[in-house]
């Protein structure tokens, strides 16, 4: 049984006018000579026409982030690569995590390029190309040295999770069903609005540590030197890209990428952001409401 939308979700759709944008558009403009015509003939009239607005989450290296004022990141360079085939212009406007899922809703964007965990709450509204699967874990302070290898090991720690993902649901169930059924003291869940937040809470030592996607957490302790990753990898998902429930964009991408996972461009792609470890796709799926694979 589905679960019912929590308030996180039925708040999304009033807040986004109070959502504060970035500056600065980047366009993705295909060349003619890298077109696919096949997958440009599929493309709906209203967004060959149009182009395809894109909402990039703004704080989530290696995958979409912003660096000396412009967007980057493997999703965003993956965008680049599909516009290319498609023969599309993609728009890109980098937000923040929260404002995307409203923003698809009204017709503000038309596809999140924000790394969206596919989860049965999500299917609600929306539709997803997964670019890969992923775990959540957990990052502290390396002289901290936590023994993280099961998911019992949470219990009584304090953890820092952006606001919105999934992985907040995801450690409210470990405390509830593993720590307080065993009569272990519950995990001290703490949310912060922005992922950088997140992981300040925790190298000012607030915080003992941060829970996201292992990829992002790996990528932090290599760039910073200060933490550490766990053992402990779970709860893998599908992770990618979202559109509006039944948009035929949803199709469009989804044969984009297997264009890419054919001729070796997406392999290629994660393996120069150094993420084509676990997690790679054999082939690309469209999940929605009625095929709701979230694994």
Known sequence: MRSEPSAYLKGLAF??????????????????AGIDQKLHDAVPEQYRANGVNVAAFNDWPPDE??????????????????????????TFTPTSFDAIIPGLASKRFDAGFSSFGVTEERLQVLDFVPQRKEGTAYAFLKEKNFDIQAEKDLCGHSIAVMTGAWDF?????????????????????QQFTT??????????ARIEMVAAGSAKLQYLAKQ?????????????????????????LGPVLRDALQAMIDDGSYKALMA???????????A????????????
């Open 224 to 248: 910073t030197g200060r933490f550490g990753v766990s053992k402990l990898t779970s709860n893998a998902v599908f992770n990618g890209i979202g559109v509006r429930r039944g948009d035929p």
């Open 15 to 32: 807040t986004l006018a109070l959502v504060p944008v970035l500056t600065g558009l980047a366009l993705g403009t295909a060349s003619a």
């Open 169 to 189: 649901q995801y450690l409210q169930t470990v405390s509830a069903d593993i720590c307080v059924k065993s009569g272990a003291e519950p995990i001290d869940l």
């Open 284 to 295: 690309a799926i469209l999940v929605n409401a009625a095929h709701p694979a979230t694994k």
């Open 65 to 90: 982030f912003i660096e000396n004022g412009e967007l980057n990141g493997w999703s965003i360079d993956m965008a680049k690569a599909m516009s290319a085939k498609l023969g599309v212009t993609f």
């Open 195 to 204: 992922q950088n937040a997140a992981e300040l809470a925790v190298s000012s």
């Open 272 to 282: 120069k952001w150094g993420v084509d470890g676990s997690g790679m796709l054999d």
